[in-house]
């Protein structure tokens, strides 16, 4: 049985739909991660899963049950770490452990002992009596992270949780996170950062503009752009259009062009070999020509004509 399943949500403010007939699903021990540039409509999508907000179509089924049935059970059942840290600065790191856990419904000794745990875990035990307000970035948002373990819950939901701290941090995070999937918990994870989700992700949901363009493993991603490898061309591409050149839409589909660079994927099965004979023999002054494998970005480019970081 999945752990949550995502059924045709939609959420509109005013004329615009944040949220458009989005669907997926999650098992337990997976990380899916939703992946979009700021905007797409990510968070309001984990609004909806957690019961911040309400859709105004659509379902969210939580452990086999639906969430509106009985939202308190859900929740007990997931932790949420929102984009923004949710701390209280003036207390310490322990403190807002033993509060949150306290709220989560914890006995006093039972959230004591889940703080120390959790203190341990993210290697922060040395700086448990340090009030928040004199934390790194980085060791914010590891106190948050903590925040929504402290009833161990079974559905993770991580609203990107290494916005704006540094590579170390962001690696003992992402460190941490395999550790939590590995032990069974299921993981929704957003985020912009594309090398986040090739590293961490069982399975990829793209969104943008509120829909769920494409998802799939890393592999069936880049199946889309014609398997393991694309073409860069690089030269004087001013002006040049490369749908109009003799035999070019019949062996080839363009991804991005700028005046400098012209990134294609190759039709069918061909020779690299082959096709790097037929980019250099159109009507343009290829200065060079290299082969890549394909990556999220540039499924993205081609699903949406933009930039993932845009």
Wanted: hydrophobic share 40%; aromatic share 6%.
């Amino acid at each position: 049985m999945p752990l949550l399943e995502v059924n045709h949500l939609v959420k509109a403010f005013a004329t615009v739909r944040a949220v458009d007939d989005v669907s997926f699903r999650l098992e337990p021990g997976e990380i899916y991660g939703l992946l979009g540039p700021n905007g797409a409509g990510k968070t309001t999508t984990l609004s909806m899963i957690c019961g911040l907000l309400k859709p105004d179509a659509g379902d969210v089924t939580v452990d086999g049950s639906s969430f509106w049935n009985n939202p308190r059970r859900a929740q007990r059942i997931m932790g949420v770490v929102p984009q923004e840290v949710a701390l209280y600065e003036e207390l310490t790191g322990r403190e807002n452990l033993e509060f949150w856990g306290r709220m989560a419904g914890l006995e006093s000794a039972t959230a004591k002992a889940r703080a120390g745990e959790l203190l341990e875990a993210l290697s922060l035990a040395d700086r448990a009596r340090d009030t928040v307000k004199k934390y790194s970035g980085g060791m914010k948002r590891r106190i948050n992270l903590g925040v929504a373990l402290m009833h161990r819950p079974r559905l993770l939901l991580l609203d990107e949780p290494t916005v704006g701290i540094d590579p170390q941090a962001r690696a003992n995070i992402l460190e941490f996170i395999r550790r939590l999937c590995g032990e069974g918990t299921g993981i929704l994870y957003t985020t912009h950062y594309l090398e986040e989700a090739e590293q961490l992700c069982a399975r990829i949901g793209i969104i943008d503009h509120g829909r769920l363009l494409a998802e799939g493993t890393l592999g069936q991603l880049q199946e889309r752009l014609g398997g393991d490898r694309l073409f860069v061309l690089e030269g004087d591409l001013a002006g040049a259009q490369a749908e109009a050149w003799p035999g070019f839409p019949e062996r080839f589909r363009k991804l991005q062009q700028t005046d400098r660079q012209l990134i294609v994927a190759a039709l069918g099965t061909r020779d690299p070999a082959e096709c790097l004979r037929d980019l250099l023999a159109f009507p343009v002054h290829a200065e060079n020509v290299t082969v890549k494998r394909p990556s999220l970005n540039d499924v993205f480019l081609q699903l949406t004509g933009r930039d993932l970081r845009e």
